[in-house]
T-cell receptor, first 113, second 114 residues
Framework: TQLLEQSPQFLSIQEGENLTVYCNSS?????LQWYRQEPGEGPVLLVT?????EVKKLKRLTFQFGDARKDSSLHITAAQPGDTGLYLC?????????????FGTGTLLAVQP | EAQVTQNPRYLITVTGKKLTVTCSQN?????MSWYRQDPGLGLRQIYY???????DKGDVPEGYKVSRKEKRNFPLILESPSPNQTSLYFC?????????????FGPGTRLTVL
């Protein structure tokens, strides 16, 4: 069974601080997606990274896919209370008829004003 | 508005009483999927469907059934719910099951089985 470990599990920081969330696996993924989930809602896709070493930026969020396509990181600069939520990584594995998404265990981020 | 809807949003039931959670999408997506979300375990796939009348097991299918008679609907059926099926359930849809498949999630159904 493929496993995607996220760290840290919980993170509580002050507004303006920087943070990094990690997503690690022993499996190789064809792509890696990051979702954010807010209370009472379903996850919403933030970004997809496809190429080993790829870096994508979304305003203050920077996503990186590891060179070997087994891991990824999400870095938030100058966090805002609006960044609060559950961050989920999801690795895509090629499965023939359909690709499969394996979700990480999640990182719960709280940004205090 | 493009969306995935689920009903009910909250459900408390008792062991053994059959229930159905409905899921509907208005984006003409071929691919639909059900997940359960439990603390520390992330999202785990229950069943998925590549298209009408095509369904397959995910990672945790035991105790669940699905059907895909129409493209837009993908109900989740618990024939005899048990307390270990207490969880937060999400339905999702996507354009295809191929590469880089973005999934659009419903708002979730919180189920409690007593």
């Amino acid at each position: 069974t493929q496993l995607l470990e996220q760290s840290p599990q919980f993170l509580s920081i002050q507004e303006g601080e920087n943070l990094t969330v990690y997503c690690n696996s022993s499996s190789v993924f064809s792509s890696l997606q990051w979702y954010r989930q807010e209370p009472g809602e379903g996850p919403v896709l933030l970004v997809t990274v496809v190429t080993g070493g790829e870096v994508k930026k979304l305003k203050r969020l920077t996503f990186q896919f590891g060179d070997a396509r087994k891991d990824s990181s999400l870095h938030i600069t100058a966090a805002q209370p609006g960044d609060t939520g559950l961050y989920l990584c999801a690795g895509e594995i090629y499965g023939g008829a359909t690709n499969k998404l394996i979700f990480g265990t999640g990182t719960l981020l709280a940004v205090q004003p | 508005e493009a969306q995935v809807t689920q009903n009910p949003r909250y459900l408390i039931t008792v062991t053994g009483k059959k229930l159905t959670v409905t899921c509907s999408q208005n984006m003409n997506h071929e691919y639909m999927s059900w997940y359960r979300q439990d603390p520390g375990l992330g999202l785990r796939q229950i069943y998925y469907s590549m298209n009408v009348e095509v369904t397959d097991k995910g990672d945790v299918p035991e105790g669940y059934k699905v059907s895909r008679k129409e493209k837009r609907n993908f109900p989740l059926i618990l024939e005899s719910p048990s307390p270990n099926q207490t969880s937060l359930y999400f339905c999702a849809s996507g354009r295809s099951g191929g590469a880089w498949n973005e999934q659009f999630f419903g708002p979730g159904t919180r189920l409690t089985v007593l």
